[in-house]
C-alpha cells in the first residue's frame, strides 16, 4: 500500500517542476537541484528529488520517497523552444516515470511556461509564471499552474494536476536555497530545496 501511496505521489513528478506538474522550462542558470524533505500524516514518508541538467537542452529527474520500501522514479524532459519572455512561450517535452514504477505507469507530455512582468509602483524581480500542459498515457490530459512572486523573496505556487489542487509557499533566501512548505494531494509536505553548479 505504501509503494502505492508513494506512486501517486510522483507520478505527475518529472523533470522541472511547478509542484509535481511539469514545466515549459529547464533549470537554469544552475544544472543541479537537490530537494530533501518529508511528507507528514500516516505513514509519514521522506522524499528526495534530484533534477539534473546536462548541456541546454535535456533535464534527467530522479525521484525516491521513503527510505523503507523505497519506490525511486525517473523522468525526462527536453526543451524543444526556450522561452522568450515577454513574446513566447518555453515548450519542453518529456517522459515521467521512464522505467514504468508506478500505479499510473509511464506517461508522456507536453509543457509551457510563459512569463508575465510583475510591475507596479515597486517591480519586482521575478516574474510571475503560468505554466500549462497536456498528457497521455501515465500523465493527465490537462494540467495547469502559477508561480506568483510576492515579493522578491517569497514565492506563492499553485497548481492543478488533473485530479487534485496542490499548492505551496517558497521563501529564497539566497538563490542557492528555498525553503518550502506545501500540500501535496492533501498532505503537508516540508522540504528544502538547494540549487548548484551555476554556469
Not at 522541472?16 to 507528514?40: C, W
Not at 526556450?82 to 519542453?92: N, Q, V
Not at 522540504?191 to 551555476?198: A, G
Request: net charge negative; aromatic share 12%; with cysteine.
Amino acid at each position: 500500500m505504501g509503494l502505492v501511496c508513494a506512486g501517486t505521489l510522483f507520478s505527475v513528478a518529472c523533470a522541472d517542476r511547478l509542484i509535481e506538474i511539469p514545466t515549459g522550462k529547464l533549470i537554469y542558470p544552475e544544472r543541479l537541484t537537490v530537494e530533501a524533505g518529508f511528507l507528514t500524516g500516516t505513514p509519514e514518508r521522506e522524499r528526495v528529488l534530484v533534477n539534473f541538467r546536462v548541456g541546454g537542452l535535456l533535464e534527467i529527474q530522479g525521484a525516491r520517497t521513503g527510505f523503507e520500501k523505497r519506490l525511486e522514479v525517473y523522468g525526462l524532459q527536453y526543451s524543444v523552444y526556450p522561452e522568450i519572455p515577454g513574446y513566447a512561450p518555453g515548450i519542453s517535452m518529456g517522459v515521467s516515470d521512464v522505467f514504468n514504477r508506478t500505479a499510473q505507469g509511464r506517461g508522456y507530455y507536453i509543457a509551457l511556461s510563459y512569463s508575465i512582468a510583475a510591475l507596479g509602483q515597486t517591480p519586482l524581480d521575478h516574474d510571475l509564471r503560468v505554466h500549462l500542459g497536456f498528457g497521455w498515457e501515465g500523465m493527465p490530459g490537462f494540467f495547469v499552474g502559477f508561480d506568483v512572486p510576492l515579493t522578491n523573496q517569497i514565492f506563492l505556487r499553485a497548481e492543478h494536476t488533473g485530479s487534485h489542487i496542490n499548492a505551496s509557499l517558497a521563501w529564497r533566501p539566497s538563490n542557492q536555497v528555498e525553503v518550502r512548505a506545501s500540500v501535496i494531494r492533501e498532505r503537508t509536505c516540508w522540504s528544502i530545496m538547494i540549487r548548484l553548479w551555476e554556469e
